[in-house]
């Protein structure tokens, strides 16, 4: 799947935080510009190794768990029952551990949280689940992965100057994807399922800069609760406009695809996103942004080694690509 408001990491940056957080995960707040102060740097213990433990395999693992899901239960049902699910919990635990102080916010700052939230998680993670049906796991991680560069582009179209080495990643990662459609050009998986996925992947990227500039809830638990309502409702409206609701028998849902979906609530929802949330206030940010690069790997890891997902030369190839031209645009933007 997130910091003291929802502001990408210090705004001119794709690094972690709404930026560069994997689509099918939860939302992530923006907002620790400075994890740990301006001075120097924190202490990273065991539970920091721990803790970014949990997100690499976690999110990395919620591919598989997506791919589960949708065998056997509609696309942008199963996501509406994830968020609406997760944000409840998510408020409930605010309000008992906060008290119910915590979940109130101005009417333009939940204004705000809705719309970034529909961006990231009916738009981007949506497209994930809708394409997720036809494209293997590990593929749709690697696709994914661009995030971070469609950040850099979306900034650089509303005006933020970018240095040559940030562009360089980018153009550097744009091949990676040209090298990952190649399954679709010679048919082995549907082109519009990698249309998705871009597709999904720059609306996160939408979602992540406008989570820097518009009055967010100042709680980033509160912002996220309320992120994963107004997703959870709005992939609704998509299930009910695709008449997924009309066709869904419960009984025909495998007990596997019911395992990812309470995986994908509890650890992808939850979990990692506490896990996330933490490292943001306790560990260097460039060892936070490590995750845009790991969980792809764990994604197509866990594919192969659970799926039996084919490792082809376009997935290996065009894969390292990506994550190289990641690797890059987080090391010259953190």
């Known amino acids: 799947m997130t910091s003291a408001s929802h502001r990408p990491a210090g705004e001119p940056s794709a690094t972690p935080s709404a930026s560069a957080a994997p689509v099918d995960a939860a939302p992530v ?12 740097g924190p202490r990273i213990t065991g539970a920091v190794w721990g803790a970014l433990g949990i997100v690499y395999v976690v999110w990395g693992s919620t591919y598989l768990a997506i791919r589960v899901v949708v065998e056997t239960m509609p696309p942008f049902l199963s996501a509406a029952a994830r968020f609406v699910t997760a944000g409840v919990l998510l408020a409930g635990l605010l309000a008992w551990r906060q008290g119910p102080a915590a979940l109130r916010v101005a009417p333009r700052e939940l204004a705000s949280a809705a719309l970034v939230g529909a961006l990231l998680l009916v738009g981007g993670n949506g497209m994930v689940v809708l394409a997720e049906r036809s494209v293997p796991s590990g593929l749709a991680a ?6 971070p560069l469609w950040v850099v582009v979306v900034r650089r179209v509303t005006g933020v100057r970018t240095s040559g080495a940030t562009l360089g990643g980018v153009l550097v990662g744009l091949l990676g994807l040209v090298v990952l459609s190649a399954p679709g050009i010679t048919g082995d998986v549907r082109p519009a399922g990698l249309v998705a996925l871009v597709t999904g992947s720059l609306l996160w990227a939408c979602g992540s800069v406008l989570a820097g500039r518009l009055p967010m809830p100042a709680n980033p638990l509160a912002a996220s609760a309320y992120e994963m309502l107004a997703g959870g409702a709005g992939a609704l409206v998509l299930a009910c406009v695709r008449q997924e609701p009309q066709g869904f028998d419960p009984g025909a849902v495998s007990a596997s695809s019911w395992a990812g979906l309470a995986y994908l609530v509890v650890f992808g929802s939850l979990v990692a996103f506490s896990a996330y949330a933490w490292l943001l206030q306790r560990a260097p940010l460039p060892l936070v942004a490590t995750y845009a690069y790991v969980n792809p790997v ?37």
Do not use: D, F, K, N
């Open 142 to 147: 690697l696709m994914v992965a661009s995030v």
């Open 298 to 334: 764990v994604a197509v890891l866990l594919g192969w080694l659970v799926l039996s997902e084919a490792l082809t030369w376009p997935i290996v190839l065009g894969g390292g690509i990506v994550v190289a031209g990641v690797c890059l645009v987080v090391r010259t933007e953190r």
């Open 29 to 40: 707040p923006a907002g620790a510009a400075a994890p740990g102060g301006a001075g120097a």
